[in-house]
């Protein structure tokens, strides 16, 4: 019957919903508003991979499933791609249950919740599908532990183990994308996050990076994983730089 449901709302609510961001993004970026760099990096139609991203605001969940729009368009139900955002952010509240037919909810403060979220993670991978991930499980202002680019000194946190173990059991393509001036649009303001009115008119740029093959390991061993992550995250930092 929660299946059914799901159905019901991905249908009725979630693909037009998909649809009028995707147009909403390419008029955003007719007027310049926000700049993709290297579209033809662009794996299109492209299953089992994973946009993986830095995190500056909380708009990249909104802003990153935009450019799936002819996916949404053409094969909706197997490409579509599913979103990993923060439980308590972008999926419990009530006005988000457009999102939670694809959404994958993570518990940032349960382990038990983040094994869970990782396994169906893993299960829509290899059944062809697409995950919106942001490896630094968390907005980047809020870490502790950073690592800069060479040349312009951007920044990133300390990756949340699980990327490396999701890629490696999946065999799944990463495609890298930066996200730079997201955070000039939506402020980070703890004390009043929500009565922040997004500064629409202020310029982000995407950036899309070279897909990134691994070879697949039944049984990834913890330098695998880390191999994985850091070579993520140095071609996070190496795209920033572009």
Request: aromatic share 14%; net charge positive.
């Amino acid at each position: 019957m929660k299946k059914l449901w799901e159905k019901l709302i991905f249908i009725s609510v979630s693909l037009p919903i998909g649809y009028l961001l995707g147009i909403i993004f390419r008029i955003l970026c007719l007027f310049r508003i926000i700049k993709v760099s290297h579209w033809e990096r662009f794996p299109h139609f492209k299953g089992r991979l994973v946009l993986v991203s830095n995190h500056p605001s909380l708009l990249e969940p909104i802003l990153l499933p935009a450019l799936f729009f002819w996916e949404y368009l053409f094969h909706p139900f197997k490409l579509a791609p599913w979103s990993t955002p923060d439980k308590q952010n972008y999926y419990d509240k009530w006005y988000w249950f457009w999102l939670r037919p694809r959404a994958i909810p993570i518990e940032r403060r349960d382990p038990g919740g983040k094994a869970r979220a990782l396994v169906k993670m893993i299960r829509v991978l290899k059944k062809g599908g697409i995950i919106i991930l942001f490896p630094e499980g968390g907005r980047t202002f809020k870490g502790e532990r950073f690592h800069f680019s060479k040349k312009e000194n951007k920044k990133i946190r300390d990756f949340e183990g699980g990327i490396g173990w999701i890629v490696a059991k999946t065999g799944a393509t990463v495609l890298p994308v930066w996200v730079d001036g997201a955070d000039n649009v939506l402020p980070n303001s703890p004390d009043k996050l929500y009565h922040t009115f997004p500064r629409i008119w202020r310029k982000t740029i995407i950036k899309i990076g070279e897909p990134i093959e691994f070879v697949p390991s039944e049984h990834p061993s913890s330098e695998e994983r880390r191999y994985i992550e850091e070579k993520i995250r140095d071609t996070l930092l190496e795209l920033a730089d572009e």
